[in-house]
Structure formats: structure tokens, C-alpha cells
């Protein structure tokens, strides 16, 4: 059974006979379509057949990368509207009650290919999270993709190490990082790279600016890379000399509180199980107050997917998720530390697909 004869199943469910897909993680899941470019294809899924739409520059590729059971349609923009090229589609297909991608489709994009549906469908319904829970659980070649992700982190960041250094701006840093993940073999970046040093360190997500590293500094540098499309996703907090006495407390605090998190994962849990032990535990330090929001995330073609790792998430993890474990304390004005790693859940335990050291490195 294909990808896309499960997808049909949850597309029967809720009452349809047909699927347009909009979103570029979802397109390549069910068809192998890959592009880092959004809004140049769509995917129509009908009872028996699917349709990669494009255009002319797209053509090609689509052609070498699309599955077997995929027809590509090269559509002349010149002499059929979008609108009009699904409408024949569905009619070929048999498809009367069509399903979209509401959240990947603006307003007026939708009401132009609305336009020309509406008179010959029966309806068309809005949907959300119809194809995201069918990339949860992953496949064998999947997780062989994202354990490469993850050692092409593990060298970028080892190399970069042996370069980082005083007087070097924290753009300086981040791009000698990035070039060091495009050398590794990375596809692109799996996020903008984040780099804060200092007080500025404290944020969770600050982006490389022009500020000096300075000595005594704590740093704090989450990156990933990308292999076959999926993503890794790594925190490491650093210290640019000899780390004080502060510093080593909050970094083992941290260090324990993900141990924590670690160690509450289980396929059968409710994804909130480990975030309430890392909030519980950390809820009885000092530096309560300080702590993020959450502990992590599910990772795979996007770099933030479904389940998160938090409080109210009753979705039960299974074996073949990946999820990130990333409890941080962040502390204006003085700094942050924050430790994350990548972590599939199996029938009988969990395995890190990065290696790098999570003892505190003093640079």
C-alpha cells in the first residue's frame, strides 16, 4: 500500500472523494516532488489516480522525481487557468466532493480555482491536518535520512569549534558554521540559524548579529541540516573561556532536566508526559521562573511538526516518532542555556540520532 492509498482512506473518512494538495512537505510525501520553492505545484489525489500539477519550469523534474503512480501535468499557463486544469482533472478523476489545503492556499488564491470548481462539483470542504499525521510515524529510510542529518550537525559544529574564537562577530560564527553544514553534505539550512552570545544569549531564538564574542561568554547555537529533504535540529550552549561558577549551575541543571525528558519518553505516552516531569522538576529550582515554554517538537520534511512535547498534548508518541527534547532557562540580561537532540521512539526505547557531546565545552 502506498503513501497516497493511506492518504485516500483518511480522505473516505471525512466524507470526500478527492484531495488538492497545496503544501510543499505534504506534495513530496505523497509524490516525491521536491522543491524549497512554494506555490509552483499542486497535488490532486482522486479515487484511483494523482496529479502533479506544474508548469513548464518544473516540468522536467517533476517528471525524474515523481512516484510511478503519479501523472505529471505541465500545464500551459497561457491557454488554462489553474482553476480550470484542476476542473478537468477532477472530472477525469470522478471526483465530485473535493477536500483542500485551506491553511497553504491565501483567500484569493482559493477563490479563483473556487471559481471555476463550483460549477461542476458537487462541493468543495476545507481541511486541515488531513496528510501531517501520516508523516509522523517514520519509515526505515526516513530515519536514515534524518540519522545523516544529524551526523552532518554533529561535524559542522565540531568544525566549527576549531575556529570559534574571541573577536569574532556572532554572524562571523554562524556563517562559518553554515558553511561548514553545506561542505558536510547538508542540502540547505534546516532553519535560519540561530547564534546569540552573551546577555543575548538569554533569547531564545536570537538571530547572529554583529555583537564581539567576548570571553566568559555563554553561547547558545541551535542549527540543523538537511539530507533528502529531512531535517535535523541541535542546540548546543557553549562557554568562550572557562565557564563560572553560575554558568556551570544553570548548565547542569539543564543537562538534567533534558536527562529528565529523555527518560519519560515512551511510545504509549501522552506526548504531555515529558514535558510535565522536565516543568515539575525545573518548577522546584531557583530558576523556575526562568524556564521555557515546552520541551519540544516533532521534526521530519518540516523543522516544527505535529505532536509538540507539552502540556495538554494527549497525542499518544508511538514508535517511529521523532521528536526534539529541548528544555532551556533563559535569564535576561545575564544569558541561556539550552541542550537539544534528536531522538526517535522505539518499541523498546529511544535512540539519539546526534552524538555530539553534552558535557559543558569551554572554548
Not at 503544501?23 to 502533479?52: C, H, K, W
Not at 534528536?342 to 553534552?358: A, P, Q, R, T
Request: glycine share 10%; proline share 4%.
Amino acid at each position: 500500500m502506498t503513501r497516497t492509498d493511506i492518504a485516500r482512506k483518511s480522505i473516505h473518512q471525512r466524507g470526500l472523494d478527492g484531495l488538492l494538495v497545496a503544501s510543499m512537505p505534504n506534495i513530496r510525501y505523497l509524490s516525491g516532488f521536491a522543491s524549497d520553492e512554494q506555490n509552483v505545484a499542486l497535488l490532486l489525489i482522486t479515487r484511483e489516480q494523482q496529479f502533479l500539477i506544474t508548469d513548464y519550469r518544473f516540468g522536467e523534474q517533476a517528471s525524474e522525481q515523481c512516484t510511478p503512480d503519479t501523472e505529471v501535468i505541465v500545464r500551459d499557463r497561457a491557454r488554462e487557468s489553474l482553476g480550470q486544469t484542476i476542473c478537468r482533472l477532477a472530472g477525469k478523476g470522478g471526483v465530485h466532493k473535493l477536500g483542500y489545503e485551506q491553511d497553504h492556499f491565501t483567500c484569493s488564491a482559493w477563490q479563483l480555482i473556487a471559481d471555476a470548481l463550483s460549477p461542476t462539483l458537487e462541493r468543495t470542504t476545507a481541511v486541515s491536518g488531513l496528510v501531517e499525521p501520516l508523516r509522523r510515524i517514520k519509515e526505515n529510510v526516513e530515519i536514515e535520512s534524518m540519522r545523516r542529518a544529524a551526523q552532518v550537525g554533529d561535524q559542522a559544529l565540531e568544525r566549527l569549534l576549531t575556529i570559534l574564537q574571541p573577536g569574532m562577530s556572532e554572524r562571523e560564527a554562524a556563517i562559518e558554521l553554515e558553511y561548514a553544514l553545506l561542505r558536510q553534505g547538508s542540502e540547505g539550512l534546516a532553519f535560519p540559524t540561530i547564534f546569540a552570545s552573551g546577555p543575548r544569549s538569554s533569547r531564545p531564538h536570537g538571530m547572529p548579529s554583529e555583537r564581539i564574542i567576548e570571553r566568559g561568554d555563554l553561547i547558545t547555537i541551535d542549527f540543523g541540516a538537511v539530507i533528502d529533504g529531512y531535517r535535523s535540529d541541535m542546540t548546543r550552549s557553549i562557554v568562550m573561556g572557562s565557564a563560572d561558577p553560575e554558568q556551570r549551575k544553570v548548565y547542569a541543571l539543564v543537562r538534567e532536566a533534558q536527562q529528565i525528558g529523555l527518560d519519560h519518553l515512551s511510545a504509549g505516552q501522552p506526548c504531555s508526559h515529558p514535558a510535565q516531569a522536565v516543568s515539575e522538576f525545573l518548577s522546584q529550582s531557583e530558576y523556575a521562573r526562568f524556564a521555557g515554554e515546552g520541551l519540544g517538537h516533532a521534526l521530519g520534511l518540516e523543522t516544527h511538526e505535529k505532536p509538540y512535547l507539552a502540556a495538554g498534548e494527549d497525542t499518544l508518541m508511538e514508535a517511529g516518532f521523532v521528536v526534539t527534547v529541548e528544555p532551556g532557562i533563559y535569564i535576561p540580561g545575564w544569558g541561556g542555556v539550552r541542550i537539544e537532540d534528536d531522538v526517535l521512539i522505539g518499541d523498546d526505547g529511544i535512540e539519539i540520532l546526534n552524538n555530539f557531546s553534552k558535557e559543558l565545552i569551554e572554548v
